[in-house]
C-alpha cells in the first residue's frame, strides 16, 4: 500500500510541474502580447515623458477601438521602421490639420495644449508647412509634447495605423518623477471637436482598466499555482490518509 501512496504522491507531483509549465507559458503569452516595456530615449515627449523612464506600452485595447486624439502612442517610425517613436496622437483619419505658429488647429478648433509647456513650444528644423492637410483613411498625424525638437508629422508625414505597437499606458521606473502611474488623459484638449470616430466614447478609465486586468492575470495564476499546491502538500485526501495507515 505504501507504495501504491507513493506512486500516487508522484504522479501529483507530475501532474502540478505540467500545470506550472502551462500556467507559464499562458502568463508568457499574455504578458508578451498584450503588454510591452519600452524606455524613453530622448527628451521629445518633455515635459510628459523624460529621458530615461520605463513604461508600459497596452498593445491590447487597441484590438477593440481605434486610437483617440490625446492618446500618447509606440510606433515604429515611418523614417526608420527599425527605431521605435513616442508621440501624441493629434489628428484621426479625416481631421483637417493646420498649424500657426505655434498653434494647431484640428477641424478649425485651436487647441489649449495643455501638456505643451511654454518652454517647449518651437518648430523642428525640417518641419513643412502644415495648412488645411487632411489627415488619410488608416492614418494618424502626431507630434511630439516637445515641439521645438520633436520629429514627427511636421518632418516626415501621416503615420500609418500599422505601424502603432500601442498605447503608452504606464509609467513604472523611476518613481516621484513628478508623473509616475497612469499617463493622464488629454480628452478635455480635444473635446469642442467633432467626433468622427465611432468608439470615441471609449473612456481613458475603461482603456487603464483593461491594463490593471492584464497586470492582474499573472498574479492571480500564481496564487492559483500557490493555492493547489499548499493543498496537496498539506492537506491530503481521506483516500490517501486511508491508504498511509493501512
Not at 484638449?189 to 470616430?197: G, T, Y
Not at 487603464?208 to 498574479?219: D, E, H, R, S
Request: proline residues 7%.
Amino acid at each position: 500500500m505504501k507504495s501504491e501512496a507513493a506512486l500516487k504522491k508522484r504522479h501529483h507531483l507530475i501532474r502540478e510541474i505540467a500545470e506550472t509549465v502551462i500556467l507559464t507559458l499562458l502568463m508568457f503569452l499574455v504578458i508578451r502580447f498584450a503588454i510591452q516595456n519600452f524606455t524613453i530615449d530622448g527628451t521629445s515627449m518633455e515635459q510628459s515623458l523624460h529621458n530615461g523612464e520605463l513604461i508600459l506600452v497596452d498593445k491590447w485595447t487597441y484590438l477593440f477601438h481605434p486610437p483617440e486624439r490625446g492618446d500618447v502612442i509606440v510606433f515604429r517610425a515611418p523614417p526608420d521602421p527599425t527605431q521605435d517613436y513616442i508621440k501624441r496622437v493629434i489628428g484621426l483619419p479625416g481631421d483637417t490639420i493646420t498649424i500657426k505658429g505655434t498653434t494647431v488647429i484640428v477641424d478649425g478648433v485651436p487647441l489649449n495644449e495643455t501638456y505643451v509647456a511654454a518652454q517647449n513650444q518651437g518648430v523642428p528644423p525640417g518641419a513643412h508647412t502644415i495648412t488645411n492637410l487632411v489627415v488619410p483613411p488608416n492614418d494618424y498625424f502626431v507630434l511630439g509634447d516637445n515641439r521645438a525638437v520633436s520629429s514627427d508629422s511636421r518632418i516626415w508625414g501621416f503615420l500609418p495605423r500599422r505601424n502603432i505597437i500601442g498605447r503608452a499606458a504606464l509609467v513604472y521606473w523611476p518613481l516621484g518623477q513628478n508623473n509616475d502611474g497612469f499617463l493622464p488623459g488629454e480628452n478635455k484638449v480635444f473635446a469642442a471637436i467633432h467626433q468622427n470616430n465611432a468608439q470615441a466614447g471609449f473612456s481613458f478609465i475603461a482603456a487603464n482598466l483593461n491594463v490593471l486586468w492584464l497586470l492582474l492575470i499573472p498574479a492571480l495564476l500564481l496564487a492559483y499555482l500557490r493555492r493547489k499546491s499548499l493543498k496537496r502538500w498539506f492537506l491530503p485526501s481521506r483516500f490517501e490518509n486511508a491508504e498511509e495507515r493501512l
